[in-house]
């Protein structure tokens, strides 16, 4: 679909799979990981030839910089197997322009479109068979970027690796959710990294989260840096907010990540007639909606769960349960969605990428 | 001097050393690594028993939360060669003190005291041959911890490697520095981990950073990422302003690190009868100071160069360059600072720590 010349990968295929000794009705989220791996390093200021090779550890200087200055970028995208066996990607374009954008923000090379998508199809042909069919399975892709240089100097590398792992995953289920809002800690400046899809941005909220989680929340929701008085994202996932019969979202910017799911959400919504405004959400207003009663939903987008509802919420010491609704914006657009990618449905958006 | 009991450090020493390949008369700043390292392992809910090794690569699975999630904490410390021989360093518990407080705050397990001081001193013996005597001549020293557990889940690591590696460092001349305020890039949120030395604060400012160097500037000094009227800290150094014969720093906050050099700084400063005021300090002020004339010195501290003059520095579209002046604070401070680091002075403010 993308290039007429296919890159030229080195395959090194694995001597034996080890799919045998997996349980696929028991996996735990990320942990277990396909027979091959996509590896392809940057030296000599260019993408040297791109390598599949067998599932393997990393050999690195304990001085290369990632350990150090956390020059480091990830996408989350996931292969899905249809009833007749074709196996697709969603949005995987949208993918590989948001990592070079968070590899641009982080003084990283860009990494060139054939060799992300040919290493993409080569590397999923290979691990096919690690591609379950059946709701709710799929595989989870998780191509990052390094920096690799060994120097403990405080600047930007000269080498990275960029690479693709596969890991196996079960329809995504965390329990009822409950979310914090942020009335101190921040995930995100204003001329910061907030919108990058760095490694930086995540450990930076495990333990205000960890906190949270003491207060028996699971997430936190967070707010704007300056003020704590807009909401903004939940760390893993973009937040929508359904006040009466319309859906509130706040906008993306340096602060909050151009999430994939959430825009697919904002295009099913209003394909199906519902009120979308992509504006600051006020903190003050959806917990007047939640006392009003016209707050009906809060959910959050992402590609783990695709659409995952929120059971209540926390602002300082008060706590909100949300109703339980009959067809849920949250039901109704998760539906939409996971037909698309379960090519179950017609693809009105052009969504899918057929892997073959 | 921290504990009666020795840990039990399981040593294994290096075939041949390296040190005859070193000239250490060109050293570039933090690629070369002595013989010998220090790491522990933290699994099972504790860290194991460290280990003195030598020198060589880490062998990581791809999905080690590092690579994905930015969990990572550095300290950089300097050992100093005085001229009978003995070995020194300088205010090693504040470094202590403070990789414990950027593990807390990057939800990361605290390393206990008298492997930190043990393991130190039991490497620093082991590679003493690279610690060089000599003014400017040091022994660069890079405890880290990294999350190492093979999982993509976002949630903290279970497995963690405390790690310390060595590099030999001649005196640092950066050249004249001249430095850019930044008005729309920011290093860190009010609520954020700006105070913590975390990797994720390093890699979010190469980007800026390079920007500033495109128009002649070699760093950036931050302002508050809400207003950008204040001036917070250079990234790798703290900052002090000469106003007339007054030094201004910036208190420390949640955004900006508490630098030991920055304090050792307001000490001697301070026993020297320099009025030295620690507060907000406004962008607005200093262009007024450089520009009635008042604005006599801005220095940079940090372990690296202990104080670094800064020749002059931009706003906006306005440059400013420095006067040249005799008995200069930096140069006065920066004496006093590195004559106890060499025990060539008496040692007021008990700063040194014998390594024997």
């Not at 956390?70 to 990592?99: C, H, S, T």
């Not at 923000?105 to 290493?119: H, L, V």
């Not at 920096?147 to 196996?168: D, G, H, L, Q």
């Not at 997430?219 to 704007?224: A, G, H, M, P």
Request: negative net charge.
């Amino acid at each position: 679909m993308k290039t007429e010349e296919v890159t030229p990968i080195k395959v090194e295929k694995t001597a034996g799979s080890r799919i045998g000794e997996v349980d696929f009705s028991k996996l735990t989220f990320g942990s277990v990981f396909t027979d091959h791996m996509f590896v392809c390093d940057f030296k000599d200021g260019k993408w040297q030839t791109p390598e599949i090779k067998p599932y393997q550890p990393l050999v690195l200087d304990p001085s290369a910089r990632v350990f150090h200055y956390g020059q480091a970028v990830f996408e989350g995208m996931k292969a899905y197997r249809d009833e007749q066996g074709q196996v697709w990607l969603f949005r995987p374009e949208e993918n590989f322009l948001r990592i070079n954008k968070s590899c641009e923000r982080m003084a990283m090379p860009a990494f060139p479109e054939d060799y992300f998508f040919d290493g993409l199809r080569t590397l999923l042909k290979l691990d096919e068979q690690w591609i379950r069919g059946g709701e709710g399975n799929s595989l989870y892709i998780r191509p990052f970027a390094i920096a690799t240089e060994p120097s403990v100097m405080a600047s930007p590398s000269s080498e990275y690796k960029f690479i693709i792992i596969c890991s196996p995953a079960q329809s995504y289920y965390g329990g009822e959710v409950r979310v914090k809002i942020a009335d101190h800690y921040s995930r995100a400046a204003s001329g910061g990294i907030g919108s990058a899809k760095a490694a930086a941005n995540y450990g930076a909220q495990f333990y205000p989260t960890s906190l949270a989680q003491q207060e028996g929340y699971q997430q936190v929701i967070w707010t704007d840096a300056n003020t704590h008085e807009y909401l903004e994202e939940a760390g893993t996932m973009n937040v929508f907010f359904r006040v009466g019969n319309t859906l509130l979202t706040a906008p993306t910017s340096d602060r909050i990540l151009d999430g994939v799911t959430r825009k697919s959400v904002i295009a099913v919504a209003q394909s199906r007639g519902i009120n979308v405004e992509v504006r600051p959400v006020k903190v003050s207003e959806i917990i007047a909606a939640a006392k009003d009663g016209s707050l009906k939903e809060i959910f959050g987008s992402g590609t783990a769960a695709v659409i995952n509802p929120i059971a209540g919420f926390g602002y300082k010491e008060e706590k909100f349960e949300l109703p339980q609704i009959d067809n849920s914006y949250a039901s109704l657009i998760k539906k939409v969605i996971i037909d698309i990618q379960y090519n179950r449905a017609e693809d009105l958006f052009g969504w899918r990428y057929k892997i073959d």
